[in-house]
């Protein structure tokens, strides 16, 4: 089961030092959800139930040729970004994602969480913007398929 929230960022944090990693990834299907993705030398089939903070994840792990053949059958296109992990207090991690290509200007953060509870008590610390883990437009499928949302305040 994964949890999380997802944010608009209102100012990017220092990021100088803070791991990151560069991620290719495209949908199969949008309903239900099926993703292929590639971070460096690894690539995934992730498949997603619905619903928003909470839903279930099951990820595969893919070889390059399957993840080539694959991408010949997308919707929409590829969303390119750069993840930074950036450590937050209790033990959280932001996961702060800088869109290129058709999405840029759009940043945003996502933590996931142990539980709702832990979900529900969050509070963001003053970087983070708008609460979007409800708006369905900005579901990374989502993005890939209608690429930015009209009201978008992608501030970097």
Known sequence: M?????????????????PSKKLFQAY????????????QDTFLLTIKSQGNIAREEHEISINASEFQSLLNKIEGHP???????IPLENGLTAELDIFSNHLSPLTTV??????LDAAN???????FGED?????????????????????????
């Open 121 to 127: 008590a969050f509070i963001p610390p003053i970087w």
């Open 28 to 39: 199969i299907s949008v309903m239900p959800v099926i993703r292929i993705r590639k971070a």
């Open 79 to 85: 969303i390119e970004k750069t993840r930074y992990y």
């Open 2 to 18: 994964e949890i999380e929230r997802k944010f608009l960022v209102k100012t990017l944090p220092p990021l100088k030092g803070i």
């Open 132 to 156: 979007i883990s409800l708006d369905h437009r900005y579901k990374n499928n989502n993005l890939a398929i209608h690429g930015l949302p009209e009201k978008a305040s992608c501030k970097r």
């Open 110 to 115: 996502e933590v996931e969480f142990p539980s």
